[in-house]
């Protein structure tokens, strides 16, 4: 059974950076797709950013293109979300999810985590 953990959330300061971690077992992470989403009180889950199994691809919103770098290490099995710059509207709760393409849309994405908060205050 997939099991995927979040770590690295926290209440930080407008500027400042977070590095976010997701550890991953119960799966084969390498054949996986990883992608970060979140989700701000009131709204929608929304994408963030995705990267291919092999690291080779990745993508980004435009909300945070420029900001963030997701990148993977496929021998330890973690996925890695680098956030500069952070502003408060980067506020939310942070989800990694393993998938089987590379997608922004949530509904792709077939394993989830329990999420990390992230507060960033102005």
């Known amino acids: 059974q997939a099991q995927l953990v979040e770590s690295g959330g926290g209440l930080v300061q407008a500027g400042d950076s977070l590095r976010l971690s997701c550890a991953a077992s119960?799966?084969?992470?390498?054949?996986?797709?990883m992608g970060w989403f979140r989700q701000a009180p009131g709204k929608e889950r929304e994408f963030v950013a995705v990267?291919?199994?092999?690291?080779?691809?990745?993508y980004y919103a435009d909300s945070v293109k420029g900001r963030v770098t997701i990148s993977r290490d496929n021998a330890k099995k973690t996925a890695i979300l680098q956030m500069n710059s952070l502003k408060p509207e980067d506020t939310a709760v942070y989800y990694c999810?393993?998938?089987?393409?590379?997608?922004?849309?949530?509904?792709?994405?077939?394993?989830w985590g329990q999420g990390t908060q992230v507060t960033v205050s102005s």
């Open positions: 999810a393993a998938g089987r393409t590379i997608s922004t849309s949530a509904t792709d994405f077939d394993s």
């Open positions: 990267i291919s199994a092999g690291g080779g691809s990745t």
């Open positions: 119960g799966m084969p992470f390498s054949r996986y797709v």
